[in-house]
């Protein structure tokens, strides 16, 4: 493998095709999917790029600037509630949605800087069981803000918010192409993938700026990073925003999908379900946060065969599939961790620091410039 | 009826229940700087075994009274508990302790996940009631009022913080377990050995967790395998109140978190004419939270720590 990989760094031809045999098979995959597993799965792909937009945004703040964030399901449920109230019968609003995704962006950007402002001087544990609390007080609001003005409906939640689309055309409906039926998941995969791509391409960007590299020198030693003239407190509050804004998106994007929001959504095992994602692939590396949101969005899905598979080994259900799919969840984290503890794909540094953490310091003790 | 008072009652017990987990948390971050996140499901464990003890023994019909069937109960979910305590420090945290401090957050998330399901594939969806075999009368103090078992639950949890306290100062595994949490490498040094006193710290905490597993389950008369998490993180909330790692930080905070809460229930309704009710007591620990570690980060108790990176 890592030959593979260094010839495609140097050889410019190999690289353009594996880029254009990757755009491909992203182009084919609803289809491919479809095709061999059923429409469920295209659904479940869906989701796969939902997660992955999210565990990007989480990723600016715990992957990059090192702020460890509990709460970031409040973000997304800022977004997707803004959607279901401008764009649903319970207020009568029907604004469009190029309009309301990008405002769901901001506002959800102002709720992050709302939540870093006073919690910027805490760190690590501290900030994050505050930002935990965050996302359990906004779920409770969401809960019970139904009386005496009724807002958000309270535990029902919004139903029949108007679907994704523009113009007068839904894309969740489904359409003709060459003669066949092809149901909306279909489309929803494309705006999904293309708006995935861009949040890809401005992580990647993100990363090599000084914004970014601004975030990492915070993330690595904050008295250090003040010292060489960073203003660490607004640039932690634009890691805030930024991931926020990510999440924003992404919950406007989730309303519509689902054409339906209630409070238990954006629960706190979400919240640790994104963190995971980041976490496990590896964080602060992009194809790595990609994994892990690929991976943890799939795995409890693919353990749904657990029913049928118990009843071709013993002929019949032992234990509920149901309860079966999130202990196998629970145990394939903490085996993950305990073997790969920098994630599943760190990147190169990260994984020559782990590395070198467990060889060298026998060595460094023979000059100890401490002293 | 005082509303005031009987809200201070109530607080008190439900706080002293949260000061019991709060000791949890708070030995173990104290020793390790990790936050236990499955400590809450530790609890929900120790509710359910009881529990399934004590429905056990009624089923059988023996005849002891309903104190001694508690009493087992109770001794079977401590053991139960410890063993778990042990067992997941053993698994999940210790082959980590060099490895970044958000990995052993995920094994902690895993763990939870593990005991929750591992409950309600044993016990169950739904909620499990605690059968009436313990004396409930009421007594009546200045207009509010108090039951033998809210006395009960106020004077175990006293008691047993108590022994905590003379089990940390003056007993030679408490001086152990002091010399490890300032400074682990040192006390190696001196001969402590520091596995056995982070094994004994988490199987403290849990017994501890088992009792409040019982107070909590009949307390509110029921018991689920999900009631571990809110709990868990009250009881968290509790022990940053106080300053985290701090064990009378802990207790305090434990207690005024219980005030706290059931006093904002009670007064809401009436402070905002009725616009928020009490169906926002959850709310107050985290608005609580936010609020101390804003104004004083360390918590009530705790020492101002030197930063670390």
Redesign the interface.
Known sequence: MPSNWQRLKSDRRAAHVAFVALGLLLAAAPFLVGASLGNGWVRILDFVLLYIMLALGLNIV?GYAGL?DLGYVAFYAVGAYLYALLASPHFGLHLPVWLILPLGALVAGLFGMMLGA??L??????L???T???G??IR??LN?LN??VNITNGPQGISMIDPLGAGGISLSQSFELFGMQVPGIYAIYYLFLALALLIVFISLRLQDSRIGRAWVAIRE???AAEAMGINTRNIKLLAFAMGASFGGISGGLFAGFQGFVSPESFN?MES?MI??MV??GG?GHIPGVILGAILLTVLPEALRYIGPLQEALFGRVV??PA??R??I??????VV??FR??GLWPSKTRRREFSS??EVPEQEALYDAKR | MDIFLQQLINGLVLGSVYALIALGYTMVYGILELINFAHGEVVMIGAMVTLAVVNMLMASGVDIPGIMIVATGLLVAIAVCMALGFAIERIAYRPLRKAPRLAPLITAIGVSIVLQNVAMIIWGRQYISFPPILPMTRHDIGGAGITDLQIFIFVLALVLMAGLVLLVKKTRIGRAMRATAQAPEIAGLMGVNVNAVISFTFILGSALAAVAGLMVSAYYGIAHYYMGFLLGLKAFTAAVLGGIGNIAGAMLGGLLLGVIESMAAGYIGDITGGFLGSHYQDVFAFFVLIGVLVFRPSGLLGERVAERA
């Open positions: 715990v460890l006073p919690t001087r805490l760190r690590g544990d501290y994050a069981i505050v935990l609390g965050f359990e007080i409770i609001f019970n009386a005496p030693d904050e008295v706190l640790i963190l995971c976490v496990l964080m234990v509920d309860d079966l999130m202990l969840f629970g145990l394939a984290l903490i961790m305990i503890p920098a953490e467990a």
